[in-house]
């Protein structure tokens, strides 16, 4: 009877001291992870603005008016008669000079 | 014994008021109560839902969601608020005075300064250090086409508590579906309404509004705005209206009307600009709607293409004569002559051959008098006139088009039942609906009756084929296509009477004749250079047809 009390006054605060470190390092985990996840989290609306940024920006870069201003630069024309060309089933109507 | 009754009694009543009061707090009052108790231990944030994006149908968007802010201030921590107020004022473009009032406010913790402001100029504040100036996200309207399909998109303003709203067009109509749900962050706050940081939170995602794609082909829409405006200049209308329609789904591929405006900057343009005229509109659509009551009689028997009338001079109605438009009188003519010459008098016999009854069941069967079911939130129909307010006079007209009215779209929609075989259509602007989760809902095309037989149809556009190739407006056809149409020259009624001065010249029309990829109704108001469709509407419409054929690679056949 004696030995097990002995036994348990050692072995009490042992797991006791077991419980608390592996309570610190299961919260030092958790909060590892928990700040990995709010980066991702940051990370991803970060990068779904850049996206909505870029989406933005091709859209204004191949808008007509763009385009036209992007052709007329270059050099480009209205064309002024379509020409059709005919192969068996295949035709395709074209515009030219 | 009495008193253990009186006890007893006591005891019941006074259980029964517990329950009765305890069923008023837990039921009755519930939901108020609930709300009162978290609003005294609860902050909540809400996280808006980001506005839906709307797309052509080959891909490309027409309008997007665009991430801005709004500039606020707490002015109990602004250390300056003279250099404060000048300083924001300039970055923000706003009154000094109107900033410095804001800011002078007494006892405000949280006073807003200004929405919609851009990441540049958000940027440009952060970088001044002023302390006490704070962001909060929000969502703007970003038109990478500018003014394009200004009318069919319509805008997003303000509702009466200041959220955002969509108005006219697609944006009014689906609000609801473009608008998502906000989400929100509910907090516990301590006594003085600070959050607590290790309180408890609930967070809501919000969810996002659905992405729409249209039926509308960028590339067409691009060419009829550039050809309406062209046209418009070169005929010198004072308005004008382009609308394009697949018969076989009902789709609207292009809609354009001038004079139009930005949506981005809409509250700089007046209110009258906002409706659009091509679904809110109401016109006399004249000769073009000829070709309408000449299939009714075809499809009931009455005449056919080669029924030969005598169209020898006016026709007396009453105290009314009916002539032709240019009072020239072709003797023993065809029905597609009828057509052809664009002859009133020819279409006072269909009308009679027709029946009154006959004939007005054909215009309510096209769609006429009620609105078309189009996605868009404008629409509105002129009314028909009640059946017993139908005069023989009001027959005969109304068999050319005229004492009757219409919106442009009521007039596209039934033309494309003489294109597509004889079937009406509910007209559809939207396509297809994706979700925030990408399911995708599909708008399929609505069979709304079957107004002609598919033979009775065939002959009508034959009747048509040969309006253009032998009719006045034969010059400006593009070569080699089989096209469909009939001109329309229609009087404006002004006080009762018509002006002659004033038309709305219209051509309505559909390509290739043989199996139709788009009918297209151009119209003119009050052009200058001729007031006849068939030398103003007419070569426009020629002209974007030629480049709609182009562009779909149909080759002359």
């Known amino acids: 009877m004696k030995n097990i009390g002995v036994a348990a006054t050692i072995l009490l605060p042992i797991i006791a001291i077991l419980l ?14 928990s700040s990995s996840v709010k980066q991702m989290d940051s990370e991803i609306e970060k990068t779904q603005a850049s996206i909505e940024d870029f989406e933005q920006q091709i859209a204004s870069a191949s808008s007509f008016a763009a385009i036209s201003k992007k052709a007329e630069e270059l050099g480009f024309i209205v064309p002024q008669k379509a020409v059709a060309l005919t192969s068996s089933q295949f035709t395709v109507a074209l515009h030219t000079q | 014994m009495s008193r253990i009754w009186v006890i007893f009694s006591f005891f019941l009543l006074f259980f029964a008021a517990i329950i009765v009061r305890l069923f008023y707090w837990h039921i009755w009052e519930s939901s108020k109560l609930r709300d009162a108790a978290a609003g005294q231990h609860l902050i909540r944030f809400s996280i808006p839902a980001k506005r839906g994006n709307i797309y052509s149908s080959d891909g490309y968007p027409l309008v997007l969601s665009k991430e801005v802010s709004l500039v606020y201030a707490n002015p109990r921590e602004i250390e300056n608020m003279y250099e404060a107020s000048g300083r924001l004022a300039t970055l923000l473009n706003v009154d000094s005075a109107s900033i410095s009032a804001l800011l002078s406010l007494p006892d405000r913790v949280w006073v807003p300064l200004k929405h919609k ?3 540049e100029t958000v940027d440009a504040i952060k970088e001044t250090g002023i302390k006490g100036i704070g962001f909060e996200k929000e969502s703007k309207r970003y038109y990478p086409e500018g003014s394009m399909s200004a009318h069919l998109l319509g805008f997003v303003g303000a509702d009466e508590n200041g959220f955002d709203k969509g108005y006219f ?20 706050k301590d006594a003085h309404g600070t959050p607590i940081l290790i309180g408890e939170t609930l967070r809501v995602e919000p ?9 509308v082909d960028r590339t067409i829409q691009g060419i009829v705005e550039k050809k309406l405006s062209q046209g418009i200049e070169k005929y010198g209308a004072k308005e004008g209206a382009i609308v394009v329609m697949d018969p076989k789904t009902g789709g609207i591929i292009s809609m354009a009307s001038y004079p139009s405006y930005d949506p981005s900057i809409y509250t700089e ?13 109401s016109y006399e659509p004249g000769s073009t709607f000829k070709s309408l009551i000449m299939a009714a009689g075809i499809n009931e028997g009455v005449i056919k293409p080669d029924t030969i009338i005598d ?10 004569s009916i002539k032709t438009w240019n009072d020239q009188y072709h003797g023993k003519i065809s029905m597609t002559d009828v057509l052809k010459y664009s002859s009133n008098v020819g279409m006072v016999f269909v009308e009679r051959a027709l029946g009154e009854d006959k004939l007005l069941k ?30 023989e006079i009001d027959y005969a007209t109304a068999s050319f088009g005229q004492g009757i009215a219409s919106t442009p779209l009521q007039l596209v929609r039934a033309v494309s039942a003489i294109a597509n075989g004889g079937q009406l259509l509910e007209p559809h602007v939207v396509k297809s609906i994706t979700d925030d989760k990408g399911k995708v809902y599909k708008t399929t095309p609505k069979k709304i009756r079957t107004v002609l037989s598919e033979k009775a149809a065939k002959q009508v556009t034959e009747m048509m084929v040969a309006a253009v190739d032998y009719g006045e407006a034969k010059w400006a056809k593009p070569k080699g296509y089989r096209i469909a149409g009939k001109t329309g020259t229609a009087q404006i009624p002004v006080a009762g009477h018509y002006d002659a001065k004033k038309t709305i010249a219209s051509f309505v029309g559909f390509a290739p004749a043989d199996n139709p990829k788009f009918v297209m109704l151009v119209m003119l108001v009050e052009p200058q250079s001729s007031q006849w469709g068939s030398e103003t509407a007419a070569p426009l419409f020629f002209s974007v047809a030629k480049d709609i054929l182009l562009y779909l690679g149909i080759p002359p056949s």
Do not use: H
């Open chain 1, 20 to 33: 608390i470190v592996s309570q610190f390092i299961c919260t030092n985990e958790l909060v590892a992870i």
């Open chain 2, 117 to 119: 402001v851009e990441k």
């Open chain 2, 169 to 188: 067009g697609i944006e009014g109509w689906y609000n609801r579906e473009l608008s998502g749900k906000d989400g929100f962050l509910a907090a516990e």
């Open chain 2, 207 to 215: 969810e996002n509004g659905r992405t729409l794609t249209l039926y």
């Open chain 2, 269 to 281: 343009f007046e209110k009258s600009l906002y409706k659009n005229p091509v679904v809110a509109g």
């Open chain 2, 311 to 320: 169209e020898s001079g006016q026709v007396q109605i009453g105290e009314y």
């Open chain 2, 362 to 391: 054909a215009i309510k069967d096209y769609g006429f008098g009620k609105p078309t079911g189009v996605d868009l939130e404008d629409e509105s129909s002129p009314s028909l006139r009640k059946d017993s307010e139908w005069y």
